[in-house]
Nanobody, 122 residues
């Protein structure tokens, strides 16, 4: 199971930190990612981290503003979001995938959290 939290309403230029708690079968997954889905749009990749090595990758739209990190002892993954823009408004989902390759596509992931809403006002 994955439990995402930390969403909310923030002004443009502000920051939020999303958290994702992994439990059950997701406990041993190596790769975890964040995706987002804006109203009327498809779910899109945001960031991914390989928990064993700390390797990360970001979508161009968030590079330099968002930081993904992991606390393996607590089975937590975080997404620090700075310099937020109105176009970052979306439901953010954490996800976990089996296997060791970094994943950038929705269908590569096996487990999904319930999503947390981030709204950025202009």
């Amino acid at each position: 199971q994955l439990q995402a939290s930390g969403g909310g309403l923030v002004q443009a230029g502000g920051s939020l930190r999303l958290s994702c708690a992994a439990s059950g079968r997701t406990f041993s997954t190596v790769v975890m990612g964040w995706f987002r889905q804006a109203p009327g749009k498809e779910r899109e990749f945001v960031s991914v981290i390989k928990r064993s090595t700390g390797s990360t990758y970001y979508a161009d739209s968030v590079k330099g503003r968002f930081t993904i990190s992991t606390d393996n002892a607590r089975n937590m993954v975080y997404l620090q979001m700075n310099s937020l823009k109105p176009e970052d408004t979306a439901v953010y989902y954490c996800a976990a995938k089996l296997g060791y390759g970094l994943g950038y596509e929705v269908d590569e992931y096996n487990y999904w959290g319930q999503g947390t809403l981030v709204t950025v006002s202009s």
